[in-house]
């Protein structure tokens, strides 16, 4: 695949394909970023994850592995920053870093994940189911929980995978080890395996408690 320059946003967590991504804009290369984007009539951004150092200032050390957003909605704040609302599209490998002036960029290419023939749904299922047993160990610690779990789309599996792992809130390391999975099947595997560590976890709490 073609590499393709493209402006970037180093976040302290890595965020994955179609998740939500809400963003103040306050760093003056950021406030060029956002006025680069209301000129695009295709507003995309890419997201690292930022292994050490911080988002704010620089001097950070960035994950070669992030994710396209596109802009959503986009506003002025009366304090000079700028909100937008973005969310995740595809994933993409960073080959090289550009420079941060005006705002940070990066040679990249798209990754798609390797072709599954078969097990998708299966994978799937499996982790909707972990993802439910999280839940109900989470109501069984906080009564009257009010949370529901994304639906599986049967003519979306793969982002049915990433929209399941999102909603789990998983820290960032890993997160980003998901995001750098070859394919959905495997991804969903090593998902339901943090998962069930964190519904362990909460029952284990849960029976302290008690």
Do not use: K
Not at 66 to 92: F, K, N, Q, Y
Not at 135 to 158: S, T
């Amino acid at each position: 695949m073609s590499a393709y320059a493209l402006p970037m946003f180093p976040l302290e967590h890595p965020v994955l394909p179609g998740q939500l991504i809400p963003l103040q804009l306050f760093e003056p290369r950021y406030l060029a970023l956002a006025e680069h984007l209301r000129g695009e009539l295709e507003a995309d951004f890419g997201i690292v994850g930022i292994e050490r150092g911080r988002e704010v200032g620089g001097d950070d050390v960035r994950a070669d592995a992030g994710v396209v957003v596109r802009v959503l909605e986009m506003g002025d704040l009366p304090d000079g920053r700028v909100s937008l609302l973005a969310v995740g599209t595809r994933r993409i490998r960073v080959n090289e870093w550009l420079g941060d002036a005006p705002y940070p960029r990066a040679m990249v290419t798209d990754w798609p994940d390797d072709v599954v023939e078969e097990g998708l749904e299966i994978a799937a299922a499996n982790l909707a189911s972990a993802v439910h047993a999280l839940v109900d160990a989470a109501r069984r610690n906080q009564p009257g929980l009010e949370v529901e779990v994304p639906a599986i789309d049967p003519d979306h599996l793969d982002t049915s995978i990433w929209r399941l792992i999102t909603f789990s809130g998983l820290g960032p390391l890993d997160t980003a080890a998901l995001l750098r999975t070859p394919d959905p099947i495997i991804r969903s595997a090593r998902a339901c395996a943090i998962i069930d560590e964190r519904r362990e976890l909460l029952d284990a709490l849960g029976d302290n408690g008690r």
